[in-house]
């Protein structure tokens, strides 16, 4: 069965850091480019990060760019994602998905159910 | 604020037909093909269109999707109580070197 599962998800001070965590199971791991999406509370989906399948390319959206990173464990067949200098407004459920096409194709065709972060004190 | 716009909010009665719409310019949707996908309160966002208008295997034929220049479009007809919910689009930006999204449309099945 095809699955993205997240974790990670908790409370969290304004200033601290997260690392979230997305398992991959049923299909080649190694094949895909991943995404990392979120929506805060009463929001849209909002794209945060992107990797390519082999790790080699990655992209960040203006609002996360210079403290997050993404990354990839072939290993494991995991998707991560590590954010610093949280404040308020990273509140949200975060989602991972799987990317079938990066570029002029673009689309994701698996998703997670997501995992609740929230940044207060 | 979303690089692609769509209405923030659609509704229709069972049986009936809707639209949501979706614009965006030369270097998003202009440029490369649009996705639809459906968010159910609770649930995992689920892909219900690719390359403009291919349907996955499992999504019902009454939701269809189209594309023209910069705008695309998803049209669900005989609506459904359980088709209420967030919509969304997407396409790859060249000018982001990542992908837009739209800010979702809420359809509420009166």
């Known amino acids: 069965q095809i699955q993205l599962k997240e974790s990670g998800g908790g409370v969290v001070q304004p200033g601290g850091s997260l690392g979230l965590s997305c398992g991959a199971s049923?299909?080649?791991?190694?094949?895909?480019?991943f995404l990392w999406v979120r929506q805060a509370p009463g929001k849209g989906l909002e794209w945060l990060a992107v990797?390519?399948?082999?790790?080699?390319?990655?992209y960040y959206a203006d609002s996360v760019k210079g403290r997050s990173t993404i990354s990839r464990d072939k290993s494991t067949d995991t998707l991560s994602l590590r954010m610093h200098s949280l404040r308020s407004e990273d509140s949200g459920v975060y989602f991972c998905?799987?990317?079938?096409?990066?570029?002029?194709?673009?689309?994701?065709?698996?998703w997670g159910k997501g995992t609740t972060v929230t940044v207060s004190s | 604020q979303s690089v692609l716009t769509q209405p923030p909010s659609a509704s229709g009665t069972p049986g009936q037909r809707v639209s949501v719409s979706c614009s965006g310019s030369?270097?998003?949707?202009?440029?490369?093909?649009v996705s639809w996908y459906q968010h159910l309160p609770g649930t995992a966002p689920k892909l219900l269109f690719y390359?403009?208008?291919r349907r996955p295997s499992g999504v019902p034929d009454r939701f269809s999707a189209s594309k023209s220049d910069t705008s695309a479009s998803l049209a669900i007809s005989g609506l459904q109580s359980e088709d209420e919910g967030d919509y969304y689009c997407?396409?790859?930006?060249?000018?982001?070197?990542?992908?837009?999204f739209g800010g979702g449309t809420k359809l509420t099945v009166l």
């Open positions: 998905a799987r990317v079938a096409a990066l570029g002029h194709f673009f689309y994701m065709d698996v």
């Open positions: 049923g299909f080649t791991f190694s094949t895909y480019s």
């Open positions: 990797i390519s399948y082999d790790g080699t390319k990655t």
């Open positions: 030369s270097s998003d949707i202009g440029s490369n093909t």
């Open positions: 390359n403009n208008d």
């Open positions: 997407a396409a790859w930006d060249d000018n982001l070197s990542g992908p837009a």
